[in-house]
């Protein structure tokens, strides 16, 4: 089944870019919901038709194996995660799926897409998806058509720089399964109900929280370097003379090179990151 999205002529098509990072994936079955309920941190059931939520994915150590973003749609459940983790994702499900009546169907057609708008897009009926972003608007559909921004990688670049900014990562095969959701901020984003009931990792995710023993927190800093950080490099903050280890989750770069990272470090939340030293370079932070 194809889907399909026709937005007003009149509205400028190049605000619509392809998110390559982006995968979709649709969750369709009598037990589509609560499959979803029992192995996403976020309370999936609690959502009403055209409502969204992030939502992390655990191992049952309570690492984050991907950050989701679920829309309810009808009976069926549409997630939005990193293209780079799709299709492990969808395998692993499918091993704990069971008797289910679920089925999992990895959406390789469609493209996720952002746009730029003031207010919601106005999609067919047949849209599956519509999310707004928290806190400005950017937003999240799902298409099949050709975008003209499709051929500006600097659009690219700042969509993901504004993720960044948001404490959005939807994290990659070098830090997947290596960071409990506290560590990435993602409760910031509402991905993790402490009220809701079992799912992979909860019962660690749960102590964690509630005995304050998190002791890496995240961290967002804008700088510029020379080179460029991967994920789970490490790198130091600099606050006068002390020295503070972190490692790097996510890095994404404006067109101008600025850079934002998304990093976890020990160092407290309340003392201010001066400078960013990184194969000794040492730049201030921005």
């Known amino acids: 089944m194809r889907l399909r999205i026709i937005y007003d002529r009149q509205q400028d098509k190049t605000q619509m870019l392809e998110l390559k990072h982006l995968s979709a994936i649709r969750f369709r079955g009598a037990d589509a919901g609560s499959f979803l309920h029992g192995q996403l941190s976020a309370d999936v059931l609690a959502l009403s038709n055209g ?11 309570g690492r984050v194996l991907a950050l989701m973003l679920v829309q309810k749609n009808a009976e069926d459940y549409y997630v939005i995660m990193s293209s780079k983790l799709v ?18 169907e990895n959406l390789n057609e469609i493209k996720v897409c952002g746009l730029w708008a003031d207010n919601k897009p106005e999609p067919t009926l047949t849209s599956p998806l519509s999310i707004r972003l928290p806190g400005n608007n950017q937003w999240l559909l799902m298409t099949d058509h050709e975008t003209e921004a499709d051929k500006q990688p600097s659009l690219q670049e700042r969509w ?20 409990l959701p506290q ?41 510029r370097l020379t080179n460029h950080p991967k994920p789970m490099d490490k790198i130091k903050i600099l606050n006068n003379d002390l020295s503070h280890d972190a490692v790097v989750a996510d890095c994404g770069s404006d067109p101008d090179g600025k850079l934002c990272l998304l990093v976890v470090t020990r160092m407290a939340p309340e003392m201010p990151a001066q400078r960013l030293e990184f194969q000794d370079e040492i730049k201030d932070v921005i």
């Open 51 to 61: 409502d969204s939520t992030f939502a992390c994915y655990c191992e049952p150590k």
């Open 87 to 104: 299709t492990a994702v969808i395998d692993r499900l499918k091993i704990y799926r069971m008797r289910s009546k679920v089925e999992i």
């Open 160 to 179: 993901r720089n504004s993720e960044l900014q948001m404490g959005i990562s939807w994290l990659n095969p070098e830090t997947s399964g290596q960071f």
């Open 183 to 223: 560590m990435l901020g993602f409760e910031q984003l509402g991905a993790v109900n402490y009220r809701k009931g079992c799912y992979p990792g909860q019962e660690i995710v749960a102590r964690t929280h509630y005995l304050g023993k998190i002791k890496r927190h995240p961290r967002i800093i804008n700088c």
